[in-house]
């Protein structure tokens, strides 16, 4: 095997400290903002944001108006800078933002002033909205100032909340991390106001601390597709970029209690099979357990957890060689995922969404836990994960205990992850993932990774792992390893990687198409800004290519794809993009391509090659109708193709999104001569009565195979962190001689109780 050898490198500067600075005015002008100092060390001649927070003597009233005594004399950050459209300017809107705590919270208040008020956008109340959609207000805490790690926490003017984790600068992001936290929000004549109250108890810091954290603050306007910040980021990175981060000073909670949450859960579940007649009826119960063993330190312990008010997977239409990747949605394994996550950061920093895996080798992929191949549930009578920091070590560790069935014998997944923050963004680390089946110490899988993610300079970064895999009765080829270096500028982008899978590697935790193949990418582009373009609607053009070539370990090519595309992003957030895509692909093994047709002729084992030409649009998706399609023509496979994927969505208010989508593929085949053709139609429904109830539905019909599936789901967030859920599902075919429609009733109640 390939081992790479991990560089120990890059010594942190030491952080020159600077005095806050009196309160400012609301209107700033210069180039250097109240509030700011200047400073050498951390980041030469460059501006370091640095903000005294306010210890509030009486209690703060949590209503959206900035009147309780501490506001007063709180010190403000104002004078924000723009990374989207024209970055390093001013803000064209001013912003105001004071923090205060007292024992028990941190505060937050900010004044948004906006001279259309009429004009602010607001899409969606419903938790974890879109932000990129609408207007909001942003804050990133590093509470262990770290440049490494932070929380997440966004509103927009109706109050809707989300929040996320983030680790590593933004190369883990998790969106699935809830917490305990308070907001409310309120429409003045002149913009908008949000006061949050966010407990200490939610959040992991040092207690013994010197009061410092990172903090930075972030505001969208999206009709003017204007994106400003406190501490400025330039536009290619986004919010999760703490090493440019501003300083919070003085926040020293008086007490550090440790959180304690039990979350018990009852559920009552009427189902029918697909053919059968009657319905069967059960309940089951179980609970969840957070207890915050030090304020760095989080176990996670649930006891029969049940996943039934999970959104169903979408269908889609696969015309490939492989299998569909469907991503986790379970509630448990998605909370602290990012710490198990070994990779690399998706192309474009500037969007603020967990990257995109890649998935030819995605390591660590938790839906291989309680879940069989054929997508069916398998029960988990309990597991328990351990998350949070010793030191500057990061630490995960992660038990999952699995039952029988059918084929598939009762096991225990385990996962352990170490992680250690080194400077400027950079960090090394190890992995174990395995399982271990109960009844048999012969039927066990087991792997051991290393790696790295150094950061030179401010732009490039280089990411590594190697790991090796133990599985009875395998000899040789026992392995994995990929490398990439990333460059990501302003105007330039570079991307170069390669990934080997050995022909003997398993990895009962990891996700990855195929063994015995080596792969090479290339991506690189450009991003110019013409002001020619501008001024007719264009902000930015985005030429590029990528490069994917796969061979086996011996050399001989089975695939190849070169992506060749010019993109266009305008002024109102809407994008298009024209590509052509030169492919190769080597089957070893006959394909049915039309699955759902039993009668279809198969392709032949050999290469095959086509070019493909396609088109995508997307439309400004904060205007109340919005559409995206994307129509290829060409070939496929031994013949020729037509596709399109189109999207229509609808809100008439910020309640309410309705969205009608259709996937259609038409081909011809000449090896073997065979035409046939692929529909799968979407709809979605989502109305949001307040910030804590919804109800969505999501319909789909595969004409294939005249099936048509329902899911709906009414949740209300009785409490915080505590859910009603009422699930509807149907499975029906359409045939005449179709069997009696599928169906399932679920009614699941949760209460968070804390200590």
Partial sequence: MNILILPALLVSATLAQGQATPPAPKAQSGDIPAGAVTTTGRRTAEIVRRLNAAAATDAVKLDGVLDDEVWKRAAVADGFTQSEPATGRAATEATEVRVAFDADNLYIGAYLHD???NRIVVNEIRKDFKEEDQDD???ILDTFHDRHNGYVFITNVE????????ASEGREINGSWDAVWDVRTRRVADGWVVEMAIPFRSLRYDPNGDGTWGVNFSRRIRRKNEVTFWAPIPREFNLARLTLAGDLAGVRPERASRDLRVKPYALGRSVRDVGVKDFMSRGAAGVDIKAGLTRALTLDVTVNPDFAQVEADEQQVNLTQFSQFHPEKREFFLENSGTFYVGDAARNNRAFVPPTPDEDMLLFFSRRIGITSSRQPVTIPVGARLTGTVGDLGVGALAMRT??????????????????????????????????AIDSSRDHNRAYGVDANIR??????????????ETPGKTGGQYTWRTSLNYEGQFVHVKAAALEIGEGFQDDLAYYKRTNVRKWFLDAGIRPRPAWWKARGVRELHPHITWNYYNDLLGRPIGKNLHTANSWFFNDGGFTELSANARYEFITDSLRLNRGDPKGQRLSPGGYQWTEWRWLYNSNAARPVSFNFTASHGGLWSGTQNSLNAT????????????????????????????????VWTGRANYSFTTNMFLDALTQYDAAIKQFNANIRFNVIHHPLSDLFIVFNEQRFTTPDAPMAGRSIVVKFTQMIAF
């Fill in 403 to 436: 039952e029988r069935q059918g084929t598939t014998p009762a096991s225990t997944y385990s996962a352990v992850r170490l992680k250690k923050n080194l400077a400027a963004g950079s960090d090394i680390g190890v992995i174990y993932m395995g399982r271990e």
């Fill in 137 to 139: 207000f942003e804050v």
């Fill in 159 to 166: 109050g809707a909340k989300l929040d996320r984790q983030v």
């Fill in 456 to 469: 030179f300079f401010k732009q490039l970064d280089w990411n590594s792992f190697a790991v090796a895999s």
């Fill in 648 to 679: 229509v969505t609808m809100r008439p208010t910020y309640r309410f999104r309705l969205a009608t989508g259709v996937q259609h593929t038409s081909a011809d085949l000449d090896r073997p001569k065979q035409k046939f053709a692929a529909t």
């Fill in 115 to 117: 001279r259309e008020p």
